[in-house]
Each structure stands twice: as C-alpha cells, then as structure tokens.
C-alpha cells in the first residue's frame, strides 16, 4: 500500500519483483501505484547525495498499460497520473537509473516516453506500428533495405530481433527463448509457521500478536483496537482473552 516501503528495502538484495496489477479489480488502481512508486523513487534519488547513489535498473512489463497517448487512457485515474508518470520517468537518466520496460506496440506509448529509451529492440511485429518505426529509424537507408527488414520483422521468429540505439544504428540478434514446459501448476496446501500443528491460520496468529502488542505495549485502548481492527470492542476483548498459548509463544506468553 505505501510505494517508499519497497524502495527502502530496494538495494538489500540484487534483484525485488513486484507484482501489483494481477490483484487489481481495477486498472486504475494500479496506475495510482505505480505513479506513488515512480514519484517516490524520483524524490528518493533527489534527496540522496551523488557520492551515495547506487546503480539502479528499474524494469517494467508492458508498460503500455501504465501511460498511453493522451485521449486513450484505459480509465479516468489513468487519464489523471499519464502526466505525472511521464515527467518521472524524464527524471529518471539524471539519477543514475536505467529504465527496461516493454510494450505491446510502439504507438501504446507517447513519444515523450519512447524518447527516453537509448535502445528499442523490435520483435516480430505487425501493421502500422511496425511501418511507421522503421520507416523513421531507416530513413537514411535506401528502399532495397527498408522493404527488406520491414518483411523481416514480420515473419521472423520469437528468438529474433532488431536493436536500434539513439542514432538509428542497428543490427538483427538472436537470443533463445527461455524453455517453457507445458505444465499446469497446481496450488494447494496451507502455509504455516514451524512448530504449529497442521489447520492452524497463519494470520490468526499474527494477528493477535500484533493486538496484544499495541494493547500491552503501546497501551491502547480495546476501542482503540477495536476501531482499528473495524470490529467491535466485544471482539477485541474475545481475541485478547483466548489466544491459544502456540498463537503467543513468540513473545513469551
């Protein structure tokens, strides 16, 4: 829920994955994420001095559902934080991040975006998008080699494809795909703590600790709880009366 927790924790470990949109109900929601996200980490960068900045790559998956060209915003909350995202993401070359992101189709991002890319690579791509690009990237090659690369881009295979730098430089790469098994996962099973007998709730447990901490600790009051946990006081004084000696064992009982 708070974008800076993440951040904070950001430089611990080599790599952090965040999954955010597959959650959501609705898109918007995750456009406003993503923009406190964005926002944070520019206001993180410029508070931090040049002598303590770290090299950071920030990659984003289809990043076209994210910012699209202005009128074709996927809802209103979109529309609302497009600006505030793109003016981010300008900001970002200047601190010492690298961007990596993907998208469906070039036109799915304004060009104020697409400008901060030093590299775009080309997979196999179809329609206007594909003529449109090539067409401005080759426009100094003769019609022989356009015609050639654009029929190129359209039938060649998932592990091709064309890497233009900001010059209009290029070249054609192959890199194999990843082995992908055809195998559905099955999910099932509860997670549980060591030491806690099979059906017992995780969260239960964790819960309580935490109510029995403010109550005891911070001296909070049951109604305090109870307005915080959106239960009633009858509830609150239950859970902390009958915790089971397992759901306290961490804080001695």
Not at 142 to 159: C, R, S, Y
Request: positive net charge.
């Amino acid at each position: 829920r708070n974008p800076g927790e993440i951040l904070d924790h950001v430089f611990e470990s080599p790599f952090n994955l965040v999954v955010f949109d597959a959650f959501c109900i609705d898109p918007g929601m995750s456009a406003v994420f993503w923009a406190e996200l964005f926002k944070t980490l520019i206001f993180k960068c410029m508070q931090t001095p040049r002598s303590e900045k770290e090299k950071l790559i920030f990659s984003v998956d289809e990043l076209n559902d994210l910012i699209q060209p202005k009128g074709y915003e996927l809802t209103r909350k979109h529309s609302n934080v497009r600006a505030l995202i793109e003016y981010n993401i300008r900001k970002l070359r200047k601190h010492n991040v690298t961007l990596i992101a993907t998208s469906h189709r070039f036109t799915q991002l304004g060009i104020s975006v697409r400008s901060q890319f030093s590299y775009i690579a080309v997979k196999k791509s179809f329609g206007w998008d594909a003529w449109d690009f090539l067409s401005k990237s080759l426009a100094t090659q003769n019609n022989k080699v356009f015609w050639a690369i654009l029929k190129d881009v359209t039938t060649m295979g998932p592990e091709y494809f064309y890497l233009f730098d900001y010059k209009n430089n290029f070249d054609k790469y192959v890199f194999r795909d990843i082995y992908r098994p055809k195998v559905d996962t099955v999910l099932e099973g509860v997670v549980m703590e060591e030491g806690v007998e099979e059906g017992t709730n995780i969260w239960k447990a964790r819960c309580l600790r935490i109510l029995r901490y403010l109550y005891r600790k911070k001296m909070m009051t049951e109604a305090e709880l109870a307005q915080l946990a959106a239960v009633s006081q009858p509830t609150i004084s239950r859970w902390l009366r009958s915790a089971q000696p397992h759901e306290l064992d961490s804080w001695g009982g």
